[in-house]
């Protein structure tokens, strides 16, 4: 298998800490790309018409996006047990949902002060982005037994968001407003996929 990477993408990372987590990475090659939500890839556009990654070539040569798909079909693959049957599944679901929902709106308020030129950047709009965010875990935080004692699909999403702000925006004190959350990221982030760290070298 072979995936379009960047390592600053969240939802490349996130497919990949899923791969981890089901014994997989060894069967995935990286692939050099350069997605930009405005000067658009068209290497990338002809495999995938959104020209977004992460996008996934499976072994027969399929084209998979985005994200939530990639981690299913890895899951299924492996026969794994990240995405549960029953009741617990849509409760998992929602949880990636919470988590990808996380991440767009930091990456919206990410490019809002990297690709919008500075004459058109709009302060309320990247402050009502970032507060997506802080509701999100303020949500979380009132029900931290959502987190615990789990490794699947929303806690994978959850962790790669939560990997995005430090990266992106370590001064928004996320912690300090949500010290469940917090206190369930310290542990949480040290499983071996989630430090793991990838480059088109290694």
């Not at 490349?12 to 405005?38: F, T, W, Y």
């Not at 949500?139 to 490794?151: E, F, G, I, M, S």
């Not at 310290?186 to 290694?202: E, F, I, V």
Request: include cysteine.
């Amino acid at each position: 298998m072979k995936i379009l990477f960047s390592p600053f993408s969240p939802y490349v990372r996130k497919c990949l800490v899923a791969g981890m987590e089901l014994g997989l990475n060894d069967r995935i090659q990286l692939l050099p790309s350069n997605a930009h939500p405005v000067n658009r890839d068209r290497e990338i556009i002809a495999v995938n018409p959104l020209g977004k990654v992460p996008t996934l070539f499976t072994d027969s040569g399929q084209s998979l996006y985005d994200s939530r798909v990639i981690c299913e079909y890895l899951n299924d693959l492996a026969k794994g047990t990240l995405f549960p049957s029953g009741p617990q599944r849509w409760a998992t679901l929602t949880l990636q949902s919470l988590g990808d929902g996380m991440l767009d709106a930091a990456l919206l308020a990410r490019y809002e002060d990297v690709a919008r030129p500075e004459p058109y950047q709009w302060a309320d709009w990247k402050t009502a982005q970032l507060d997506k965010v802080h509701t999100s875990l303020a949500a979380l935080d009132v029900a931290p037994q959502n987190l615990v004692d789990r490794v699947d699909i929303g806690t994978i999403a959850v962790g790669c968001a939560l990997w995005y702000l430090d990266l992106r925006f370590p001064d928004i004190g996320w912690r300090d407003r949500s010290p469940q959350v917090a206190a369930w990221y310290a542990a949480y982030s040290q499983r071996p996929a989630m430090r793991m760290t990838w480059s088109l070298q290694g």
